[in-house]
Structure formats: structure tokens, C-alpha cells
T-cell receptor, first 113, second 117 residues
Framework: EPEVTQTPSHQVTQMGQEVILRCVPI?????FYWYRQILGQKVEFLVS????????KSEIFDDQFSVERPDGSNFTLKIRSTKLEDSAMYFC???????????FGQGTRLTVV | AQSVAQPEDQVNVAEGNPLTVKCTYS??????LFWYVQYPNRGLQFLLK??????LVKGSYGFEAEFNKSQTSFHLKKPSALVSDSALYFC???????????????FGKGTKLSVIP
């Protein structure tokens, strides 16, 4: 069964450093998303991406964040200068169409120290 | 703005008994509704969805949910719980009519289901 894969599973970084979280969405999917879940809190929407551009972003997704689809398979989330409060589980998701369910990856646990 | 409420932090049920995990939502238009399950140290796994049509939707692993527009609810149910159903369950809503690019899912805070042998 096709699945969304994310790497790495766990990343530890120092405050102020840049991190790139990587995702390979399901191959025939057209819509891509990033969500995050701070420990013990709700899953929160960050950004959606379609047709090589951001279609929607939340207030969390400020200038420190960016997304890219550098080739036909990868979808990345970059945090330019990490803060302690960026520590969370980051989930990538994809959906075939805008009205179909999103499939989530296993997540990358980001720890900023 | 769209929102989801899961009023119970935890639901305990005996194995073999029916289970219900509650969800209510608020959107301006007609919602898209989803249930996801999260096992420890795992991602979110899709269970079922309501987009349109029959109010009773069936999903994976014997789960079902009923869309009730008048009560703005989408409760998750299963006739006979298994110990392996123990996990964290999330209800999510999307309002496709809220404006351009309204793709985001809004999640509830989750309900921990414990099925007791």
C-alpha cells in the first residue's frame, strides 16, 4: 500500500540552526501539507501546497518557514532559524484531490536545544 | 472559522462492548469530516470520512460514524471493541467553502480510547 514517508524520524538541532524536514508524498497525489503537533497539544495546520505553490498557510507559518518541491518526488519543510518552541512532531501529508482524505507520514520529531 | 470539539479526554470500554467517541464541529457551510487514529509513536492513520451522501459512513477496522447535521456531530462508533483499538482518536473538519485555498484540516484535541480486556 502506498504511503507517505518522512525523514529523518528524529532530529535534534541547536537553537538558531536551520533544519530541513523531508517528505516523499504518495506518487499520484497532487496536494501536499505540513502539520505539527507540540507534545500534548492539538495537531495544527502549517501549510498546503498545490501546483508548485503555497495554497494556504496558517499564522504559525511565518517567514522562518518555507516549503519546496525540488523535484518530482520530494516535499520539504525548512525552518531557517529554529527556536525552542519549534520543538514538535512534524507531519507531512498528501491527498489525491482537494476533497479526498489526506494520508499522513510517520512524522519527524524535531527537538531544538 | 472552523472548529472541532472532542468533549472526552479519555474513554474506557470493556472488550466486546460497543464504543462511541464523540465529536462535534462548527463550520459556516457544509463540512468535510474525518476520523484519524494515532498509535503510540506513529503517524495519523485515516479511518473514515464524510463528504456528502449517506449520513452513516463505514471505515477501516469495523469503525463507522454518523453525520448529524442538526446536532453538528460526527461520533465514531464500533459495535464490538478490541484491545487493539486502544489508541488516540482525532476528529477533523474541513470547510471547503470558507474561502480560497481552504484546504486545511482542523483537528480536535484527541480522545484516548482504552479497551480493557
Amino acid at each position: 500500500e502506498p504511503e507517505v514517508t518522512q525523514t529523518p524520524s528524529h532530529q535534534v538541532t541547536q537553537m538558531g540552526q536551520e533544519v530541513i524536514l523531508r517528505c516523499v508524498p504518495i506518487s499520484n497525489h497532487l496536494y501536499f501539507y505540513w502539520y505539527r503537533q507540540i507534545l500534548g497539544q492539538k495537531v495544527e495546520f502549517l501549510v498546503s501546497f498545490y501546483n508548485n505553490e503555497i495554497s494556504e498557510k496558517s499564522e504559525i507559518f511565518d517567514d522562518q518557514f518555507s516549503v519546496e518541491r525540488p523535484d518530482g518526488s520530494n516535499f520539504t519543510l525548512k525552518i531557517r532559524s529554529t527556536k525552542l518552541e519549534d520543538s514538535a512532531m512534524y507531519f507531512c501529508a498528501s491527498s489525491e484531490y482537494s476533497n479526498t482524505e489526506a494520508f499522513f507520514g510517520q512524522g519527524t520529531r524535531l527537538t531544538v536545544v | 472559522a472552523q472548529s472541532v470539539a472532542q468533549p472526552e479526554d479519555q474513554v474506557n470500554v470493556a472488550e466486546g462492548n460497543p464504543l462511541t467517541v464523540k465529536c462535534t464541529y462548527s463550520v459556516s457551510g457544509n463540512p468535510y469530516l474525518f476520523w484519524y487514529v494515532q498509535y503510540p509513536n506513529r503517524g495519523l492513520q485515516f479511518l473514515l470520512k464524510y463528504i456528502t451522501g449517506d449520513n452513516l459512513v463505514k471505515g477501516s477496522y469495523g469503525f463507522e460514524a454518523e453525520f448529524n447535521k442538526s446536532q453538528t456531530s460526527f461520533h465514531l462508533k464500533k459495535p464490538s471493541a478490541l484491545v487493539s483499538d486502544s489508541a488516540l482518536y482525532f476528529c477533523a473538519v474541513r470547510d471547503p467553502y470558507s474561502g480560497a485555498g481552504s484546504y486545511q484540516l482542523t483537528f480536535g484535541k484527541g480522545t484516548k480510547l482504552s479497551v480493557i480486556p
